[in-house]
């Protein structure tokens, strides 16, 4: 079965660190763009995070430059995203997502893992 | 940064009726221009990519439409398994936004 599943959220507080997994499994994960994606309580989607197959780039916005880093293991079939010094504003749901095309960064997303909840909170 | 805005917030419609969405960027995103939904406790779903085209599995009843700044998701009879939240995504200009929803709800 082709899915993502998040796992390494939870409670923290301001300040702090967390990094979150996302374990890939029946595609050839190596060959697919990936990103995060989060999601307030009640509130709209927005993108945290970008890298392509080959790690060669990554991509943040300005709300988490310099706090999140993405990274992969290919050999492992997962995603990782390192947060640190976490705000109360990233509270959220942080969705894992694959790109649509093996081989490219087309920078949409045709399958999303259930999610992990991130509480920033003390 | 692009911003992406969708009107209306709130849909109430009836199944079977028309649904109309709209999606407006703050500049131009050509043709890259991508439709999601979502249920309640669900993650998103790819409805539509590069403004027209719908993704797999996805039944005929969706369509898009549009280029540049202004982009419709219509769906043409609504079942009552479309009642959800739809966002659009813009993906020409880094960083990737999104718009902040269209609710669509049972009248």
Not at chain 1, 33 to 41: E, F, G, T
Request: aromatic letters at 12%.
């Amino acid at each position: 079965e082709v899915q993502l599943v998040e796992s390494g959220g939870g409670l923290v507080q301001p300040g702090g660190s967390l990094r979150l997994s996302c374990a890939a499994s029946g595609f050839t994960f190596s060959s697919y763009a990936m990103s995060w994606v989060r999601q307030a309580p009640g509130k709209g989607l927005e993108w945290v995070s970008a890298i392509t197959s080959s790690v060669v780039s990554t991509y943040y916005p300005d709300s988490v430059k310099g706090r999140f880093t993405i990274s992969r293991d290919n050999s492992k079939n997962t995603l990782y995203l390192q947060m640190n010094s976490l705000r109360a504003e990233d509270t959220a749901v942080y969705y894992c997502a694959k790109g649509p095309v093996a081989g490219t960064s087309y920078w949409y997303f045709d399958l999303w893992g259930r999610g992990t909840l991130v509480t920033v909170s003390s | 940064e692009i911003v992406m805005t969708q009107s209306p917030a709130t849909l109430s419609l009836s199944p079977g009726e028309r649904a109309t969405l709209s999606c407006r960027a703050s500049q131009s995103v050509s043709s890259y221009l991508v439709w999601y939904q979502q249920k309640p406790g669900q993650a998103p779903r790819l409805l539509i990519y590069d403004a027209s085209n719908r993704a797999t599995g996805i039944p005929a009843r969706f369509s898009g439409s549009g280029s540049g700044t202004d982009f419709t998701l219509t769906i043409s009879s609504l079942e009552p398994e479309d009642f959800a939240v739809y966002y659009c995504q813009q993906r020409s200009n880094w960083p990737l936004t999104f718009g902040g929803g269209t609710k669509v709800e049972i009248k």
